[in-house]
Structure formats: C-alpha cells, structure tokens
C-alpha cells in the first residue's frame, strides 16, 4: 500500500517538476501568454465561471473542464468517472447511473446540477441525493465543468457547494453541409453490462438536425475478496441492486438567424428500470441481526424540452449579446422501500416486522433565463439577467406493515402521504462584470438579489390544516475576485464569495417515517437557508507545454440543515426533524499540473486535503477523504493512431469523521486504484473511421469503497475489462 501511495504522489509532484524544467529548456520554441495550451485531459476554456468562452488561465475561479474527446477514449458510464482522478471531486453513490459528485466535501442539494446553464435540480430530492447526470447521455456532451466552489450570483440556489455543468453537442456548425454520424457498442465485464448508442446529424444551410439515442443493460456485480479497514471478504460478495435498465433519447434542430443569431430546440427523455442503491447481505458483512433495507426506484421517467434563442452581434447601448432559454420537464418516479426487522431468539425465525412502502412522484418543472451582456471599452464585460423556476410536485404513498410473533400476521396499511402537494418558485436578477482594472489587474464583482417561495397545496388523505402552509425567504449574495499577472506565464488568482441553499420541499414539508425506516421525521417549515462565505487563494502558470495551479480554500456555512433528534417519540419511532444547527467549515488544498513530456508523452498530476468540523461543537466531522493524490501517464502516438494511458488515484486515511456502525471500523481506510486504457484507430473504409477502446478498471482486483458510501457499505465494482468499437463518418 506504501508503494502504490509513493507512486501517486510521485506522479503528482514529478508532473510539476518535470514541467517547469521542460518550459525551462524549451524557451525558444514558447508561444504567447494567450495562445491556447494542449494539455492531457482538462479543456483550455470555461463558459460556466463567466458565462462567456474564457481560458481557465484568465479565470480566477477554480474551474475543471473535460470535453467530448476525452469522454470519447474513457467510455464512461457517467460524469462521475471522468473526476475520479481530479483534485477537489470525489463521488457518492454505485452502479451504472448513481454516481453522483460531491465537490470539497458538500454533496447532495448542495450541489447544483445544470444542462447547458439550465438547472437540473428539482425541489422534491432527498437532502443527501442530488439530481442524477445520467438525466443527460454523457456521449451526447461537448463537455462538462465543474466549479468548486458556490457560484450562486450567476446560478442561484443550490449552487453553495459547486456547478457541474453538463453542455450538450450543438448540430453541425454553418458551413458544414452534409451528413455525419456516429455509433458506439461497449461492453462491460465486473457487471455484465451491454451498451449502444448512435447519433446521426444533418446541415444543410440555415438548418440543423441531430438526434440520438443510446440503451444501457446492466447487472449486479461481486465485490472482490480482500480487506477494507476491519472488513474482510474471503469470497466475492454480491452487491445487489446496482444493475440497472435505462435509456436515453435526443433531438436538437437549430436555424440560423442571420450572420450571428440562432434558434434552438432540444428535446430529451430518460427512462429507468429498477435503479437501486445498491447493497451487501448483512450477514457478509458481521451484523446478525438480520435487518435489511432496501431501497429501489423501479420505474423513472423524465421529458425535457428546452427552447433557446442566442443574439451574439446585438449592438445595442445596453447590451451586444443576448441569451433567452425556457425550460420545461416531467419527472415521475416510482420508490420502493423493504425493510424486514427479525425479532430473533427465543421467538420463531419467521418472528419480526416488515415493512412494504411505495412512493409515487410527479413533479412538472418549468423555467426560463434572460441573459445579456456588454463590452465596454473593449477591456470590460458586464453580464446581467434575471431567471425564474417552479417546481409543482404531486405525490402518493402506500405503506403496508406486516408483524410476525407466534399466530397469523398482523398487517397494518397506511395510504397517508408523507408530504403534501407542493409548489416551490424562485426568481433572481443578477449582474457580475470583469474589469481591467490595470495592466496586469483583472477584477471580478458580482450581486444577485434572490426570492423563495414554497406552498402546500390540497392533498388527498392528508387533513386540510396541511395545504396553505407557505413559506418565503429572500437574499442577496455576491462575490469578488481578483487575477495579478506575476509574468506572462504567472497568475496569482483569489476569490471571495457568497452563497446560499433554500430548504426543499422533504427538509420543509415530509412528516412521516424515515425511507431508511429507523425514525419518525417531523415537518419544519420554519427553516431558514443556509448560506455560506468562502475564500480561495492560489496561483495559475501557463506555458507551450505546461498547465498548473494550486488554490487554498476556506469555506464557512452557517444555518447548516441537519436532521437531529428530538427526544421524543410518534407511534413507535424515535421522532427527528430538520434543524438550521451547524456551522460548518471545511478547508484545505488542491493542486493540478498537466505537462507535455515530449515523444507523444504526457503527465497529469493532482493533490487534495480536506478538513472539515462544526464551528459550534469544535468537533471534526467528514463525508469525504481528506487527502487525494494520483495522476495519469499517457503516450500518443506521432499520427494519432495509438493512445496509451496509466492511472492511478491513492486516497488517505481519514479519522475525523463519523461512520456510525460501519463494518469497516471508526476509521475510514485508504486505498489505491490503478486502471489502464488503450485507443487504437482502425484501418478507415469508405467514410468510416473505427476506434477501438479498452480499459481495464481496478487492475488489481482491490477492495474499497468511495468514502460516503462507507458508513452504509456498499463497495465498487472489481477488475473490470471495458472494450469499446467506435464509428463514426
């Protein structure tokens, strides 16, 4: 374990080395401080820190961007593997579409999930789980980025924590009159996974089309045998319910107005078969008591139509560039919960309680952004604009209670519905500008004024005492940013920044048993948003060959929403409820450094620390690991047509964080993952162009599981071959 940690961090360390020598030794040959760099992952420029195309070496915000080529020689399954192997991300959740990413720590709400700028989260999602990527077909996407850090002046609520960012591949640009397509078949070995997907695009003028569709079947998988903290498997165990059945569908058609207008119209669906969170027989895992839950989304849908209009040569006095988008969705889910609880001896083996509930969801969502922005000078930008959201969520609940001693069961229904029908609204208007301030200083300022408004409506089974509640809450938030140019290959960067969570409709209206099933949850429409101050400083160097950056991070938030105990009983569960308690602060470090060897050679470096405890009780908490270190070596062949590549990501050991009664122990165990991947391009017939993928995850066969999905174990996938043949003309 020692060794493979020595590796990661000499990956790290050697790739900044190894880069400020080569930029050293090549002088001769160096472009200027603006030219873009080749790097061996990250994309060059960022639109979702500004909101307008600007390097990340000009932006002052940590920003990580990875465009389609890179999704193309990984195969992932979803965003969640493409971060894996950066500073500052880790991921929670398992299977093919739950992974979800958690940023410094935050996770959940806290976690503002977009398409193409547009919010994807909805106000009807557990505290803990964000919205799903997998909403957007990863293979349709010209790139992700992720903003660490809260970006709430330009995205509102739920950006406290970070942006990811997904942007979608527009039809073919003007000019490009024809035909083009492509189609992807992979499959997976650990889980038995089958993968298709096809796109097909047309230009002709004016007009653009493209549409896709991709199909995804997988199983559950075995964990591997070995140790993980106190854990040890001495054969593989099945890790249940993480084979999931989804599917993605998509068509976009544009037109061109004029030399620099256009429209725009995307419709996408999404459907899921039997998604579940996945987990472990307890007894593989030391608890006797035979207690089992399980959670299952059996059936989800999702429709999504976005409509856009983009003016980019207005020259108007208030504006030269216009942005108008308006969005409208549908997502039903169904929610299954199982939770047998054994009374044990000296009673029968079929004594004990289960417990059989069903939620239905629909929630329609709608929204719309006006964005505009004006160059000034032709030194400073100002962007500005208002955005408006409604979620409108209707829901069900069936529950059936079933009780074993020594007679006939006892069986106890409940068609109560745990949280009323409800409508959550916000609005905000917002204005943030850059200004060349001097030579070499660049200023960033930002406001947003937003509101937050949610009302209970009538709902069948549920007295009326429980509609019209309502509750508003406003605010205001802003940031400042600053970039010195030390040298032409140099920027000190730092930003201090504000944001701020609205309660959900669960935090505020859910009044009844727990989905886990070990609680009574009270309702709290009292409470209050979280907010948060964050301050990041750090440094930015760019050359022909060389991309690093470092940033030290401090974030606060203060009225953090936790669910506590009450002390109190409702029937026979212990009651809890959602409380603004904690203030929280996490801080650490992250550092990248990206470098073009030389030879088809490249090196990728990354570190990370994270510290994170309540300000109040001055005790360490975590959800996450506090340190990360790894990278990648890659070669590429001089005419492109091989591509090899070693990963390997070692995370820490953590003691400052509380795992319950984890299998593993009261300590979180480090571990060391390796993979290694291949493209190779195939000979061309006609106007195909094959590719040929594999990758080889987890090469060697450890166990381990992501750090939020220890305390309730559910560990990752073993060795797993991925072989991947694409086409595309």
């Known amino acids: 374990m020692r060794t493979s940690w020595i590796i990661g ?40 820190a500004t909101r307008s195309e600007t390097p990340v070496f000009r932006t002052a915000t940590p920003v990580l961007v990875i465009d389609s080529q890179v999704v193309r020689r990984e195969v992932p399954n979803g965003i969640g593997d493409l971060f894996r192997n950066l500073p500052g991300v880790d991921v929670t959740g398992v299977g093919p579409n739950q992974g979800r990413l958690i940023i410094r720590g935050q996770r959940g709400q806290r976690i503002l999930l977009a398409e193409d700028g547009l919010r994807l989260n909805n106000a009807r999602r557990q505290q803990d789980f964000g919205e799903l990527p997998s909403l957007t077909d990863v293979n349709d996407l010209s790139r992700v980025e992720i903003v660490r850090g809260p ?24 000019g490009r009159d024809g035909a083009f397509g492509s189609l992807l078949l992979r499959r997976s070995s650990a889980d038995d996974q089958s993968f298709g997907h096809a796109r097909f695009a047309v230009r002709s003028g004016r007009f653009g089309i493209a549409a896709s569709a991709s199909l995804r079947d997988a199983g559950d998988y075995f964990a591997p045998t070995g140790t993980f903290g106190r854990l040890a498997f001495s054969t593989p165990e099945r890790v249940n319910d993480v084979g999931v059945r989804d599917r993605n569908y998509g068509a976009r058609l544009s037109y061109d107005v004029g030399d620099h207008g256009k429209i725009g119209l995307r419709i996408s669906r999404y459907e899921v078969r039997d998604a579940g969170f996945g987990y472990v027989n307890p007894k593989s895992l030391g608890d006797t008591s035979g207690v089992l839950v399980r959670l299952l989304y059996p059936n989800q849908n999702v429709n999504r139509l976005t409509a856009s209009f983009q003016q980019m040569s207005l020259g108007w006095g208030i504006a030269d560039r216009l942005s108008l988008s308006a969005v409208t969705a549908s ?23 289960g417990i059989r509930s069903h939620n239905y969801t629909d929630i329609g969502s709608y929204g719309t952004r006006l964005e505009l922005t004006k160059v000034v000078a032709a030194r400073h930008t100002i962007v500005y604009g208002a955005d408006w959201y409604l979620d409108r969520s209707a829901n069900t609940d069936s529950s059936s209670t079933t009780t074993t001693v020594f007679g006939p069961p006892t069986v106890r229904t409940s068609t109560t519905t745990s949280i009323p029908n409800a409508n959550y609204a916000t609005a905000g208007a917002f204005v943030q500008g850059q200004f060349a301030a001097a030579s070499r200083l660049t200023l960033t300022a930002g406001l947003r004024a937003q509101t937050i408004h949610s009302s209970t409506r009538a709902t069948p089974g549920l007295p009326a005492s429980r509609a019209g509640i309502t509750a508003s809450n406003g605010t205001v938030v802003g940031n400042v940013s600053a970039q010195l140019q030390a040298s032409s290959k140099l920027n000190l960067v730092a930003t201090v920044g504000r944001g701020f969570r ?38 930015k160097y760019r050359s022909d060959r060389v991309y690093a950056e470092a940033t030290y991070f401090t974030n606060t938030i203060h009225d953090g929403i936790r669910i ?13 409820q959602n409380q603004n308690i904690e203030n929280l602060r996490d801080h650490g470090v992250e550092a990248l450094a990206e470098v073009r060897v030389g030879s088809g050679f490249a090196v990728l470096g990354h570190y990370t620390t994270l510290t994170s405890k309540n300000v109040d009780q001055k005790n360490p908490i975590g959800d996450s690991y506090g340190s990360k270190v790894g990278g990648e070596l890659s070669w590429r062949e001089a005419r492109g047509r091989v591509r090899l590549s070693y990963d390997v990501r070692h995370q820490g050991e953590r003691k400052d964080i509380d795992l319950g009664t984890s299998p593993v122990g009261a300590v979180l165990p ?17 106007r195909m162009r094959p590719e040929l993928d594999v990758v080889i995850n987890n090469l060697t066969n450890q166990l381990y599981a992501e750090a939020s999905n220890t305390s309730f174990f559910r560990p990752e996938l073993p060795r797993n071959l991925v072989t991947a043949i694409r086409l595309e003309f």
């Open 564 to 576: 506590v105990p009450l002390g109190t009983r409702v029937g026979n569960f212990p009651a809890y």
């Open 331 to 353: 997502n039903r889910r169904d929610f299954d919960q199982q939770i047998d609880i054994p009374f044990g001896a000296p009673l029968p083996p079929t004594a004990g309680i």
């Open 9 to 48: 961090l000499a990956v790290a360390v050697g790739a900044l080395n190894a880069g400020i020598a080569t930029a050293q030794a090549d002088s001769a040959r160096r472009r200027s401080a603006d030219s873009t760099v080749q790097v061996t992952k990250l994309a060059p420029l960022t639109v979702t």
């Open 151 to 174: 970006a709430s002046v330009l995205y509102g609520t739920d950006a406290i924590g970070g942006v990811v960012n997904q942007i979608t591949l527009e039809t073919p640009a003007r």
């Open 502 to 539: 609205a309660p959900n409709l669960i935090e505020r209206y859910f009044d009844g048993a727990t989905p886990e099933g070990n609680g009574y949850q009270v309702a709290s429409p009292g409470l209050k948003p979280e907010t948060n101050l964050n301050v990041d400083v750090g440094f």
């Open 670 to 686: 480090p571990f060391t993952v390796h993979a290694v991947r291949g493209a190779f391009r195939l000979p061309e017939f006609g």
